[in-house]
């Protein structure tokens, strides 16, 4: 069998109004928060947790997500630059010779998001406390997977965050790069096994593992950050830090105490449930 390779040259853009656009990046993130909104309240639901304060979680949520991303970004991959354009950090703009432009927001980073992510609930719990922040980050980390995914396939119709060159036949040609070789479309394979973790942790999610404090939080951190670990290997590099510490990518180097944690709090869970 001969794989061929695939010709990918789409707008990343869904329609535009003068400089104005919806892109499909954008599409993928607001897909990924109303999934997430869907999943959490028919876990509360099931769980006969009032879901009144849903809608405040998400806003929590959704403001987290995209401030630590986009600082992410800027201070792990690209303070070079944005140390001299400040206002571009927060403001979806970019300083030209005729001016500003509008860009919309290109530059989020995924550990960035999941700090933001942590800090928003962990400010969430602290003012409403009707769950324990470990109850509330077991269940979250679920539709968080699911938007992983999403936000990968948002990545591929960009044609950003691609992989190294094949070298053979088999791979995809992002066109609109000005390139002919083939890459392995990294994006693609993490989007793929965010979505095998996502399934294996909501079945997890329907046994009684769900009431070990930490486990599926601890699961998610140690299998999803280890995926990011080795696509990283084949996906070029973005930049950041890793020049200062060549051994391993930005992204990489950022994943190994995410994947530390993952294995403390599960050990930490498991350990307490046998007590």
Not at 5 to 15: D, N, Q, V
Not at 27 to 46: E, H, P, S, W
Not at 153 to 160: K, L, M, P, T, V
Request: one cysteine or more; a positive charge; hydrophobic letters at 45%.
């Amino acid at each position: 069998m001969i794989l061929n390779k695939i010709i990918w040259e789409p707008s990343s853009t869904i329609f535009s109004i003068g400089n104005f656009g919806i892109h499909y990046y954008s599409l993928m993130f607001i897909i990924a928060f109303l999934f997430g909104f869907n999943i959490m309240k028919k876990m509360y639901v099931k769980e006969n947790v009032p879901t009144e304060r849903l809608e405040t979680m998400l806003f929590y949520i959704v403001l987290s997500t995209l401030i630590g991303a986009r600082l992410g970004h800027v201070v792990f991959y690209d303070w070079e630059y944005y140390q001299s354009h400040l206002l571009e950090i927060f403001l979806p703009i970019e300083k030209t010779t005729n001016g500003y432009t509008f860009t919309g927001f290109r530059g989020l980073a995924s550990h960035g998001a999941a700090i933001g992510i942590l800090s928003g609930i962990i400010v969430y719990q602290k003012v409403y406390k009707e769950k324990t922040l470990l109850w509330i980050l077991d269940r979250l980390i679920i539709p968080t997977t699911l938007g992983a995914a999403f936000v990968r396939i948002g990545n591929f119709f960009n044609s950003e965050i691609v992989g190294n060159y094949t070298g053979n036949n088999f791979g995809v040609v992002f066109v609109n790069r000005g390139e002919n070789l083939p890459r392995h479309p990294a994006q693609l394979y993490e989007a793929v096994c965010y979505l095998i973790i996502f399934f294996i942790l909501f079945q997890i999610y329907k046994t009684e593992y769900k009431n070990k404090s930490g486990f599926l939080l601890g699961l998610f951190m140690l299998t999803l950050f280890s995926i990011r670990f080795f696509v990283e290997f084949i996906k070029e590099s973005q930049g950041g830090f890793e020049t200062l510490l060549p051994l391993f990518s930005t992204g990489q180097w950022l994943s190994i105490p995410l994947i530390l944690s993952g294995i403390v709090v599960l050990i930490r869970s498991i350990s307490i449930s046998k007590n």
